[in-house]
């Protein structure tokens, strides 16, 4: 059974920095994507970054820069470093995960874990 469980959120100020984990259990592939999504107040999911477990990073336009996805295979866990925050980052961050069925922004992926809060006050 496949696990996801996010933590770090929390509320910030403009400016400031999160680190957001995600310890994934239960996972086997070997080819796969992972990815952090966002979904603010009102507004639909969008994806915020993505890493194959060759490493390769996609990132939206507007975290740019700011925010970092990386992943430590020997802990099972994911992470986002958002840098330079600003208040249209708040929402709630979800990862998830799946075999890598093409470019890992491009498909719906099957294994996603509750979600955390990130609030960044103007």
């Known amino acids: 059974q496949v696990q996801l469980e996010e933590s770090g959120g929390g509320s910030v100020q403009a400016g400031g920095s999160l680190r957001l984990s995600c310890v994934v259990s239960?996972?086997?592939?070997?080819?796969?994507?992972m990815g952090w999504f966002r979904q603010a107040p009102g507004k639909g999911r969008e994806g915020v970054a993505t890493i194959d477990s060759d490493g390769s990073t996609t990132y939206v336009d507007s975290v740019k820069g700011r925010f970092i996805i990386s992943k430590d295979n020997a802990k099972n866990t994911l992470y986002l470093q958002m840098n330079m925050m600003k208040a249209e980052d708040t929402g709630m961050y979800y990862c998830?995960?799946?075999?890598?069925?093409?470019?890992?922004?491009?498909?719906?992926?099957?294994?996603w874990g509750q979600g955390t809060q990130v609030t960044v006050s103007p």
């Open positions: 998830a995960a799946d075999a890598l069925y093409g470019p890992c922004g491009e498909f719906e992926y099957n294994f």
């Open positions: 239960g996972f086997t592939y070997s080819s796969y994507c």
